[in-house]
Nanobody
Framework: QVQLVESGGGLVQAGGSLRLSCAVS????????MGWFRQAPGKEREFVAL???????NSADSVKGRFTISRDNAKNTVFLQMNNLKPEDTAVYLC???????????????WGQGTQVTVSS
């Protein structure tokens, strides 16, 4: 059974940085496309970034230039480095894994429980 556990969320002032981690157990990590989504209260879950072991990455326009996704296949972990955070980045951030690249939730098979990120102005 594949399990995803996020960590690294917290409260930060606008302009600050956080680094999220997602540890994956079960399955073959290097085969998975890994992604990050976020969900703010009252809003739909939205795509943030994805990473494939073959070197392909993609990120939402709203975070380009500020957020960077990376992975360590030896540690079965994917990271999301978030810089220059804005109050509108406040959300629960969820890690996802699956066999297909996609910016909608239907493309992803496995999900973590999420970690809260709050950016104060």
């Amino acid at each position: 059974q594949v399990q995803l556990v996020e960590s690294g969320g917290g409260l930060v002032q606008a302009g600050g940085s956080l680094r999220l981690s997602c540890a994956v157990s079960g399955g073959t990590f290097s085969n998975y496309i890994m992604g990050w989504f976020r969900q703010a209260p009252g809003k739909e879950r939205e795509f943030v970034a994805l990473n494939w072991s073959g070197g392909i990455t993609n990120s939402a326009d709203s975070v380009k230039g500020r957020f960077t996704i990376s992975r360590d296949n030896a540690k079965n972990t994917v990271f999301l480095q978030m810089n220059n955070l804005k109050p509108e980045d406040t959300a629960v951030y969820l890690c996802a894994a699956g066999p297909r690249m996609g910016v909608t939730t239907v493309s992803w098979v496995y999900w973590g429980q999420g970690t809260q990120v709050t950016v104060s102005s």
